[in-house]
């Protein structure tokens, strides 16, 4: 109905910018504890948010502004204009800590070089970081299926990732969080059968094993140093949205404890846990995100708006 589709928009946007605020004050620390995350939670400054929901919030302005349909995702995503509003984006506050290829290729792209050319000047064969993954899950709120959701994923990150990878990771992680919302938000989550409704959009032997790791480590009851351990923790895609849907699976009905897990696995924490907070959220909605922290995030009143344009 309206009222849970709202709820799970809501979940979902909020729940990707409250990863990524909670996230970045612990990038690249060891040994951060559940206590000190849930401080971060309760206190009462405004939590800044970084490039991961800047650029999110890109994209849901843009699916928001499109006419027509995602069934014609060439309608519904326009590159050219898409690829202009995030290095404008990019322009106006570059310290939000951007990826240093994005970067590069951002300044060509306002400097007026066209984005298929600026996209290969640092990296010839295509950025893998996970810039597309983190920034995607507002597509899952678009395309009424699984295949019109990889369509509008792949559309949303070429314009800055070209390699396989990171193509492979926004769809991964679009997909997931479009299974993410069409769950209960009480039905408990079988982490093979989620995974299962995951792979074909994946089909990449790199992937696919990633996936079959994702589920014994779900079994087995990772820790989330071991999970880092297991499918990486860094900027690349296929060493960060594995770790993310790990840590959703590993404490599904809880989004709050899905971002710690994501964050004391260390390494590009923010980004992890914007991609796993994204994934809770749409399947536990906006209600079960910590209250005292959602209120204080930088772009709430953003987030409010698209959640309802998009829902
Ligand atoms: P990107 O395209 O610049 O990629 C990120 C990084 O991945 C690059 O700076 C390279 O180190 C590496 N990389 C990507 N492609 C290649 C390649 N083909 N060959 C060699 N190295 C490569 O930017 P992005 O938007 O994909 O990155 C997103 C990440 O950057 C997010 O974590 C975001 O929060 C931000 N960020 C990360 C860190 C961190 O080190 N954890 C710090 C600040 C900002
Ligand atoms: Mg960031
Ligand atoms: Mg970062
Ligand atoms: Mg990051």
């Known amino acids: ?22 996230g970045a004050p612990f990038e690249g620390k060891v040994g951060v504890t559940d206590a000190d995350i849930v401080a971060k939670e309760n206190a009462t400054d405004t939590l800044p948010h970084t490039d991961d929901t800047a650029l999110a ?22 590159l050219d204009l898409l690829a202009r509003e995030f290095a404008d984006t990019w322009h106006a506050e570059p310290w939000r800590g951007y990826g240093g290829g994005v970067t590069t290729s951002f300044r060509l792209i306002v400097e007026g070089t066209p984005w298929r050319e600026a996209i290969r000047a640092v990296y010839p064969e295509g ?12 597509v899952a709120l678009v395309g009424t299926d699984s295949g019109q959701v990889a369509a509008l994923a792949r559309r949303s990150t070429e314009v800055t990732h070209a390699h396989d990878d990171a193509l492979h990771g926004a769809v991964c992680q679009a997909v997931a969080t479009h299974v993410a919302l069409s769950l209960a938000p009480d039905e408990p989550v079988r982490a093979g059968d989620f995974v299962d409704s995951v792979r ?9 094993d990633k996936f079959d ?99």
């Open 57 to 78: 919030l890109v994209l849901a302005r843009h699916l928001a502004q499109r006419r027509g349909d995602a069934r014609e995702p060439e309608k519904f995503v326009d």
């Open 1 to 22: 109905d309206d009222t849970s589709r709202i709820e799970k928009a809501r979940g979902l946007l909020f729940g990707l910018a409250l990863g990524d605020c909670l």
């Open 200 to 208: 074909p959009a994946v089909p990449s032997p790199l992937w696919q």
């Open 213 to 311: 790791r994702v589920v014994e480590l779900v079994e087995q009851r990772a820790d989330p140093a071991q999970a880092a351990a297991a499918l990486g923790n860094d900027v690349s895609a296929p060493g960060s949205v594995p770790l993310a849907l790990l840590s959703f699976l590993r404490n599904a009905g809880d989004p709050s404890a899905a971002m710690r897990f994501a964050i004391r696995a260390g390494g590009d924490t923010d980004t992890v846990a914007s991609m796993a907070g994204a994934l809770a959220g749409a399947h536990s909605g906006y209600a079960t995100l910590p209250r005292q922290a959602v209120s204080r995030l930088e772009a709430a009143a953003q987030l409010h708006l698209y959640a309802e344009h998009l829902a």
């Open 127 to 138: 950025s893998f970081g996970n810039g597309g993954a983190m920034r995607v899950a507002p």
